[in-house]
């Protein structure tokens, strides 16, 4: 989504922003010489757009108040985190339900687990003078 339709979209009423959706990519046969599937382009998903899609978040999360969902190539807790940190107040997974369908009660179990860490290190830490 461009720029302009992202602020269109907050001012149209938009309750959250989707970011993104795949990248289109082309593959084409070096034997036909012909794209390789019937569509010429197609969506790309999975790690490889994670780095694009984060940046993305960013970007759009610094010029919109609505709520941003962050979606590309969440693998791991440490994906969630990364895309929190740029911005996302949630996160879709695409990808990694289809090539490990328990990852997602996986990854619930380990955020709790992050969670539950972080806040018995926050209770041993000594309290700082303000
Ligand atoms: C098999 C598959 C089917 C998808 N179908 C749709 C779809 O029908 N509509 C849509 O907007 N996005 C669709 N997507 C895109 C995903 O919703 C998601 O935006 C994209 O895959 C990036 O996230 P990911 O890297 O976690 O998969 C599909 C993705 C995959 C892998």
């Given amino acids: 989504m461009s720029s302009p339709s992202r602020l269109a979209a907050e001012a149209g009423g938009a309750d959250a922003l989707v970011v993104s959706n795949t990248i289109l990519g082309l ?3 070096i034997d036909t010489f ?3 599937i019937g569509n010429k382009f197609g969506g790309i998903s999975g790690p490889g757009i994670k780095p694009i899609i984060v940046r993305m978040v960013h970007q759009v999360s610094q010029r919109v108040k609505i ?4 979606c590309g190539g969440i693998c791991k807790v440490e994906d969630v ?3 929190m940190l740029a911005g996302a107040t949630a996160v879709m997974l695409g990808y990694i339900i289809f090539r490990n369908p328990s990852a997602l009660i996986a990854h619930h ?3 709790w687990r992050m969670v539950r860490e972080a806040r018995l290190r926050a209770r041993r ?3 700082r003078r303000r």
Avoid at 67 to 70: A, D, Q, R, S, Y
Wanted: aromatic letters at 6%; proline letters at 16%.
């Fill in 67 to 70: 709520p941003v969902i962050g």
């Fill in 27 to 29: 593959k084409i046969n």
């Fill in 34 to 36: 012909r794209p390789a």
């Fill in 109 to 111: 179990r380990r955020a």
């Fill in 125 to 127: 830490r000594p309290h």
């Fill in 81 to 83: 985190v990364e895309y």
